[in-house]
C-alpha cells in the first residue's frame, strides 16, 4: 500500500492511494469508480466494525474522524455509489446511520454514525483481476478521551491541494434593495443534493425532484426578464452555509429553498411557505428544521462557529428590514399559488428556524413545493403541467412582490 503521508496508527486522518499514480502525475482522476454492491457493506466485528468496498478501479480516499455525534468519515476520489443503498449495505449494528454521495467537486464522501468512539485499527487493499480493488477498513473501540484527542491531533493535517472547500462570498458593497429600475435577482435554492438525498418515497429522491423543478423555474423567471442563479445545477451536497454566501455573491434580492419532504400521510400534503422564525408554528415544522441542520452535521460540516451571540444581535437588527418583506413575499406565494388553484397545506405560511434561511440581508423563504410522502403530492410533482402550473404561480408572485417592494423602497429614500 502507497502512503501519501506516513501512515501512524494513532492517526485519526489518512490519505491512501490504492494502486493508483499519483494527482500530481495524472492531473488527476476523472473516471467515476463504480461499487460492486454485492461485494460490500459495513458490518459488526466484536465490538469494532468492519467496512468493505469493492471498487471498479483504484482510487486515493481520505479516512477520518468527527466528533458530536460521533463519526467516521471516508472521502474519495471519486466513487459512485449509485446501485447500492446505505440502508441496505448497513448490517451492523454499532453503525446508527449510514450515509454517502457526492460531496465536494470531484470528491464522494461516507458517513457512519457510530454509536460508541472508534478508532482506525487497520486499513488495506486488495487489487483484483478485473482492475478494480477491494478496501477494507477495520475500527476498534476507543475511549472518549482518546477518540478527541486524534480528532484534534488530526486537525493539524493540512487538505490535499485539490480539496475543493467552499469558500465565503466576497461582497465589496451591501446589497442594495431593489427600486424596479433592473431585472429581479433571484437566487433558487434546489433543496439537498449529493451524499443527502433528502426524503425519499415512489422511487424518487427529494434532492433529484427538485433540482429537476429548479432548473424548470430558472427558466420561466429568465423568461420573464429576471437574473437567476442556482445553489446547485447537478446532484452535488452544498452545506447550508455556502448557500446562503451564493445568494451574496449574486446580490439577490430574494432566496427561495425548495423542498419536497416527507412526514407521516395524512400530516402534510399541499404546498407551504415557510418562514424564518426561532419557535416553529408546530411539531412538524420543528422536526423539518431540524432534520435539514442535522443532514449538514451529519454530512461533517461545523455547524459550531455559524452563529454567535454578537452575531445573533447584528443579525436580528438587519432582519428588522428584511422580516417584513420576506412576511410580504409569503403572502404573495400564498396568494398566486391558491389563485391557480393549487392544492396547499390548510395552513400555508408556517415558520420554523431553518438555517438556510438565515441570512440577514436578503429576504428568505422555504417553499414545500409538496411533499413526498403523500402519494397525491407525488403525483403532481411528477406530472409536467402541474408543474408548469406551480413555476407560473411562483413568477406571479415573485412579479407582485417585486412591484410593491420597489414602491415602498422608493418611498423610502424619499
Not at 490519505?15 to 461485494?39: K, M
Not at 423542498?259 to 407521516?264: F, P
Not at 395552513?347 to 422555504?366: C, G, T, W, Y
Amino acid at each position: 500500500m502507497r502512503l501519501w503521508r506516513p501512515l501512524l496508527a494513532l492517526c485519526s486522518v489518512l490519505w491512501l492511494a490504492i494502486a493508483a499514480p499519483s494527482l500530481a502525475q495524472t492531473g488527476g482522476l476523472n473516471a467515476l469508480a463504480q461499487i460492486d454492491p454485492a461485494a460490500s457493506g459495513v458490518t459488526d466485528r466484536g465490538q469494532g466494525i468492519k467496512v468493505v468496498l469493492a471498487v471498479s478501479q483504484a482510487v486515493p480516499y481520505r479516512v477520518s474522524f468527527m466528533d458530536n455525534p460521533p463519526r467516521f468519515v471516508v472521502d474519495f476520489h471519486e466513487v459512485d455509489f449509485n446501485g447500492l443503498a446505505p440502508e441496505s449495505a448497513d448490517k451492523a449494528d454499532h453503525v446508527k446511520q449510514l450515509l454517502w454521495g457526492p460531496f465536494l467537486s470531484g470528491w464522494s464522501r461516507m458517513v457512519a454514525v457510530l454509536d460508541i468512539p472508534q478508532r482506525l485499527l487497520s486499513a488495506e487493499e486488495i487489487a483484483t483481476d478485473d482492475g478494480g480493488a477491494v478496501i477494507t477498513l477495520t475500527l476498534a473501540p476507543t475511549t472518549p478521551a482518546d477518540f478527541t484527542a486524534r480528532i484534534k491531533a488530526a486537525e493539524a493535517e493540512p487538505p490535499p491541494a485539490d480539496w475543493a472547500l467552499p469558500k465565503a462570498a466576497i461582497v465589496d458593497q451591501p446589497i442594495r434593495r431593489q427600486l424596479g429600475d433592473r431585472p429581479l435577482r433571484v437566487v433558487l435554492d434546489p433543496g439537498h443534493g449529493g451524499i443527502d438525498p433528502g426524503a425519499e418515497a415512489g422511487g424518487t429522491t427529494e434532492a433529484k425532484a427538485m433540482l429537476g423543478f429548479a432548473l424548470e423555474l430558472a427558466e420561466v423567471l429568465r423568461r420573464a426578464g429576471m437574473t437567476v442563479e442556482l445553489t446547485r445545477v447537478n446532484d452535488v451536497f452544498v452545506p447550508l452555509e455556502t448557500r446562503i454566501s451564493v445568494a451574496r455573491a449574486a446580490g439577490a434580492d430574494l432566496f427561495l429553498s425548495l423542498h419536497a419532504d416527507a412526514l407521516a400521510e395524512g400530516e402534510a400534503t399541499g404546498a407551504t411557505v415557510y418562514k424564518l422564525a426561532a419557535k416553529a408554528s408546530d411539531a412538524a415544522s420543528a422536526q423539518l428544521a431540524e432534520r435539514h441542520d442535522r443532514t449538514d452535521l451529519l454530512a461533517g460540516i461545523d455547524l459550531t462557529t455559524s452563529d454567535d451571540e454578537v452575531a445573533g444581535v447584528l443579525m436580528d437588527m438587519a432582519r428588522t428590514e428584511t422580516g417584513p418583506r420576506a412576511d410580504s413575499l409569503a403572502r404573495a406565494l400564498a396568494t398566486a399559488i391558491q389563485a391557480r388553484n393549487i392544492r396547499m397545506h390548510h395552513h400555508p405560511i408556517q415558520e420554523a428556524a431553518f438555517s438556510v434561511l438565515k441570512s440577514a440581508d436578503i429576504p428568505s423563504l422555504l417553499l414545500e413545493v409538496g411533499f413526498l410522502s403523500s402519494a397525491k403530492d407525488r403525483e403532481r410533482l411528477a406530472d409536467p403541467v402541474w408543474r408548469a402550473s406551480m413555476a407560473d404561480a411562483i413568477l406571479a408572485a415573485l412579479q407582485a412582490w417585486a412591484m410593491t417592494d420597489a414602491a415602498e423602497a422608493r418611498l423610502l429614500r424619499q
